[in-house]
């Protein structure tokens, strides 16, 4: 992750999340089978309104809209190599996000992602960066221990990275230092485009920050009143948001594009307290260390912990030997240097020191507090953290194997288990070896619908079966895979494709699941959905999967629903009799070739809905 390298540039401000947390619920909603739990007497209607009854228990946003925006976010510092500037003309210019917030695995936490189509830092006509998605941002490494007492996940902060490839950049330096700097390290030979990490934490929900975990009154309070609201009708979004602070940088050859290639500093079992992951390495004889995800805040202030000096050790235990590589005091990490500079802490470091420290592990102690993190030299990174795949398509879930922060290419023996995507259960255990390269791929079974996850590890020997329990939780310590595969429903394929078909195996799913889409399309109405064909077929496109407008957002639309909605989109409006014939005029106009489409009346308003906010 070279946001550990310079230049970089820091920014920071607040992002909001606006998901449906209904499918959270395996009482409505079936992942493996990608359906919404609709009993048969039971309506679409009814399924919302139980959508609305379970808000009293804890479904916070049955009206998501799963988008989630950047807001009030801004370039805050530059480094370029001495340390942190406030003045280049890059700073202050703001930063642009919207995004969809999607877990491949709804019922968890671990399987987050954003899809989105650009991220945009300064303005038109001024110096900017404009980074076109080559990547979906990812989440990793999950800290439930960050902001103790908040309500929910508010206890968490987690690290969400991407990466844009050179030819997906636009920058216009203008005046700005650093993207002249920028500019000049993209043009280095391993320079494969740009890494942009970011860190979010001290999440609010209901848009009171006062709410605290073990305090249900107030909370029993804010449920009430969007019960309340969802009760009285309309469209009631309950979207949560969160403090960030994040860092650019250059993403290099052999880097990984959804989490940190670095060293990882993990947490010590035998640490007094808990200090979250950290991630470190050398560059231009500095020592920096990522800890925008380690250190917790106090309380509601988010003054930091004060842990004293915090030094780092390189230690080479089959010697018994060790070297101080450095310290820093809490100044450095504090609550004003953590938002100064993202996390990101540097101190210099002596020849002497440099090559001792390179072959050697890391840790990180703290002058009151004894020992807090310890190096897994060897740690194993997907490629694709969260790969979707059809039933019966072949796949890739590929592997690669890093040694102290830089990709070991060498024959290495590896293993993996295979988890149910709870984590409970061990479905399948593999010891394989990587080519020479240090990678190795698995083809995972796609014979059904289903969700799992892969957890590699070093060498040939697995935890003891008791330690399992629990392992694709512990994201701080385990890196992981989920896989998701879609069945095939050819059953839903093969059916004829009237009306009654179609909505009662297709679109019932979203129209149930999503109030929000009466905003844009009124999926139990034929003529609409008839009307507007061209639309659709666009947004459900397999080729469209990674961009921000897709449809369904949460990307569970199966190969056999797609086939009978396509089914249907193409029939003659004879086929449409259910529809009536008050139907005719609109679905004839649907049917027409595509040069003589006509555009209907008020698609201006639908496509003002459905156009990417990035486009206006």
Known sequence: MSILQTPRIHFK?????????????????????????????????????????????????????????????????????????????????????????VDLEPYGVCSSQLYFDRLNFGIDGGCRIVASRNERFTARYINFARN???????????NWQTTFAKDHLIIDAHKSEALVALQHALSEPDALGLVVSFNAYR????????????????????????????LAGGFQPNPARSLIVGTIGIWRQGEPRHEPGDRALLPDANAKVFVGTAHARIDRKHVTLDLSNS???TGADLQKQDLGTLQVYAVDKAKKEEQLLGSFDYAKYDRAAYEASAGIVSFPISDIHTTYAEKTDWELR???????????ALRIIPASPNLYLDEGQTGASKFQVYKHGKPLHQVSDVSFVQTSADGSDITTTLQLKTNAEGQVTINPSTT???????????????????????????????????????????????????????????????????????????????????????????????????????????????????????????????????????AAPVLAAAVQSEDEKAVPADFAKISRSLRNPDSH
Request: proline content about 6%; overall charge negative; charged content about 15%.
């Open 13 to 101: 401000g607040q992002i909001s999340w606006d998901p449906i947390v209904t499918n959270n619920y395996q009482s409505f909603y079936n992942e493996n089978a990608s359906q919404s739990v609709i009993t048969p007497a039971e309506s679409m209607n009814q399924f919302r309104q139980a959508a609305i009854e379970s808000a009293k228990a804890g479904n916070w946003n049955p009206h998501g809209t799963h988008r989630s925006q950047f807001f009030e976010t801004a370039v805050s510092a530059v480094d370029l190599g001495k340390g942190l500037v406030t003045t280049d003309k890059l700073c202050g210019a703001p930063a642009t996000l919207n995004a969809m917030l």
């Open 295 to 297: 250190i917790s805040e």
């Open 448 to 582: 059904t619908g289903k969700v799992f996850a892969y957890v590699p590890f070093a060498g040939k020997d697995l935890p003891a079966p008791d330690q399992w329990q629990g392992i694709i939780n512990n994201t701080q310590t385990y890196t992981y895979a989920y896989v998701r595969v879609l069945g095939a429903d050819s059953d839903i394929a093969a059916l004829s494709p009237t009306w009654t078909n179609v909505y009662n195996n297709v679109l019932i799913n979203w129209n149930a699941m999503a109030p929000c889409m009466d905003n844009w399309l009124d999926l139990a109405n034929p003529v609409d959905v008839h009307a507007y064909d061209k639309i659709i077929r666009r947004l459900t496109d397999p080729a469209a999967f990674e961009s921000y407008m897709y449809m369904p957002v949460t990307r569970d639309l199966t190969a056999g629903q797609r086939t009978l909605l396509y089914k249907f989109l193409n029939s003659t409006p004879a086929h449409l009799a259910e529809a009536g014939e008050a």
């Open 148 to 158: 103790p007492g908040r309500f929910s996940a508010g206890v968490a902060s987690v």
């Open 366 to 376: 703290s002058s009151t507090q004894g020992i807090l993190l310890s190096e897994s």
């Open 203 to 230: 999440t609010v929900y209901f848009d009171d920050a006062s709410l605290i975990k073990g305090d249900p009154v107030p909370v029993q309070v804010q449920k009430g009143i969007l019960y309340r609201k969802l």
